[in-house]
């Protein structure tokens, strides 16, 4: 199963790589890196360049599972097969049958607001 699937992290395994040389290739002479926004740049953009690389040379991707398929298939109607159609159905106020908001320090929330 491992190797059937070994294509999926040939992808991961590619940017990282791809880092690693960009990082080594614009060091200065101490050894310090030229661009410090070099890294989040990169991270920022390996969602558009898996996207893109993908679009011109697969096009399959659900075939070869690199995305989820679809959860549910959906009807006119207001329900879909595996729950409901809107975001704010009942499955989501459930959270708060399980946290007890008692419990929270609501100082510690309002003091870590600016960050």
């Known amino acids: 199963a491992f190797l059937q699937n070994f294509h999926l992290l040939v992808v991961v ?25 070099l890294s989040p740049i990169y991270f920022i953009l390996i969602t558009p360049i898996f996207y893109l690389g993908f679009w011109m040379f697969s096009g399959k991707g659900l075939d070869d599972e690199y ?3 679809p959860l549910t298939e959906c009807s006119d109607s207001n329900e ?3 729950g409901p159609s809107s975001l704010w159905g009942e ?7 399980v946290i007890d ?3 929270i320090s609501w100082t510690a929330v309002v003091r870590s607001i600016p960050t």
């Open 80 to 82: 879909c097969d595996g």
């Open 91 to 97: 499955s989501v106020w459930e959270i708060f049958h």
């Open 101 to 103: 908001l008692s419990t």
């Open 67 to 69: 995305f989820f398929p």
């Open 13 to 37: 395994f590619g940017f990282e790589a791809g880092l690693r040389l960009i990082n080594h290739w614009t060091k200065d002479e101490s050894g310090q890196s030229r661009y410090p926004l």
